[in-house]
């Protein structure tokens, strides 16, 4: 069964760090861009930030450059958003996806997408 699964979200002051994982089954990342997106209550999904395959390129939207940062490990199959000076507004449901191409991988067409997770809660609250 192809699937993603997210890891790592929770509740954090702001200020604060969470790591969040992305591990797939079922299929390897290695071919894939993957992008973290998220949707905060009321809103509409947002892309956050996207890996090209081979983690050569990276992109980020513009409230979390230079407080994320996405890496991965395709031995391990994992990829990562690493998010720091959290806010309360990045409270979020994050998700992430397998894309087929990095090109636009913030805001891909749902053709491009071949699986998404399940989604993780992250909220920044004192």
């Known amino acids: 069964q192809v699937q993603l699964v997210e890891s790592g979200g929770g509740l954090v002051q702001p200020g604060g760090s969470l790591r969040l994982s992305c591990a797939a089954s079922?299929?390897?990342?290695?071919?894939?861009?993957i992008g973290w997106f998220r949707q905060a209550p009321g809103k509409e999904r947002e892309g956050v930030s996207c890996?090209?395959?081979?983690?050569?390129?990276?992109y980020y939207e513009d409230s979390v450059k230079g407080r994320f940062t996405i890496s991965r490990d395709n031995a391990k199959n994992t990829v990562f958003l690493h998010m720091n000076s959290l806010k309360p507004e990045d409270t979020a449901v994050y998700y992430c996806?397998?894309?087929?191409?990095?090109?636009?991988?913030?805001?891909?067409?749902?053709?491009?997408?071949?699986?998404w997770g399940q989604g993780t809660l992250v909220t920044v609250s004192s």
């Open positions: 996806a397998a894309i087929f191409v990095v090109t636009g991988c913030l805001s891909p067409p749902e053709g491009d997408i071949e699986v």
């Open positions: 079922g299929f390897t990342l290695d071919y894939y861009a």
């Open positions: 890996i090209g395959s081979t983690g050569g390129s990276t």
